[in-house]
């Protein structure tokens, strides 16, 4: 079986963890971009060191690693922030991936959020959006804790979904039930399999 690299990615809430989970239960490795960004904002890593570069020891803990509260509300309210806090994080990011995905065979799926605007699009043989409703996806962030008026600038961050459907090579709606998402997903997850050799 040969490898095939997948990037699935889609905006806040629009369920792409929940598709990621599914794909892990059909036996894909599936590796979450913002679990790598923990491991590498942990003391003495990498991403930690260009975080203080960037933003001080204040964005800091005690222990040294990033204090990501702390953080994300400098990055939220300052676009020119946010844009070179992501240029010194994702090469981190697609390295730490690569190293991973290096070691594996078959298909292996990186879950981010900002494969698209973070240009990782490239390094993948297939790119998978997972796409809703603006407000449904304000309604599911907000059911999740994050504040309304968080959620609608962290949207704002992203591209929009016309503009990640129009760089993806399949797009799943989510608009629908868990039962729709599921079916979609068992396509895409034969699909995959066909195009691994496996």
């Known amino acids: ?6 990037g699935l990615t889609g905006g806040l809430a629009s369920g792409k963890s929940t598709v990621g989970e599914l794909l892990r239960r059909e036996g894909f ?5 913002d679990r790598l960004v923990a491991e590498l904002y942990a003391p003495g890593e990498p991403g930690a060191a260009a975080v203080r570069a960037l933003l001080g020891d204040g964005a800091l803990t005690a222990e040294g690693g990033v204090d990501r ?4 509300r400098r990055v939220f309210a300052d676009p020119d922030l946010r844009r070179r806090l992501e240029e010194a994080i994702h090469p981190l990011v697609r ?3 690569a190293e991973r995905a290096a070691r594996a065979e078959g298909v292996v799926v990186l879950e981010a959020p900002l494969l698209i605007e973070g240009g990782l699009a490239g390094d993948f043989d297939l790119v ?3 796409e809703a409703d603006a407000e449904t996806r304000i309604r599911r962030a907000v059911e999740r804790g994050l504040d309304e008026a968080a959620a609608r600038a962290r949207l704002a961050a992203q591209l929009d979904g016309a503009a990640r459907r129009a760089r993806a090579d399949r ?5 629908g039930t868990l039962d729709d998402l599921r079916r979609q997903v068992a396509a895409l997850a034969a699909e995959l399999r066909r195009r691994a050799g496996g």
């Open 128 to 130: 998978v959006t997972v």
């Open 1 to 6: 079986m040969s490898r095939l690299l997948v």
């Open 95 to 97: 390295r730490r991936f």
């Open 29 to 33: 490795l599936v590796l979450d971009a």
């Open 171 to 175: 797009v799943i709606d989510n608009d």
């Open 69 to 72: 509260p702390a953080v994300a």
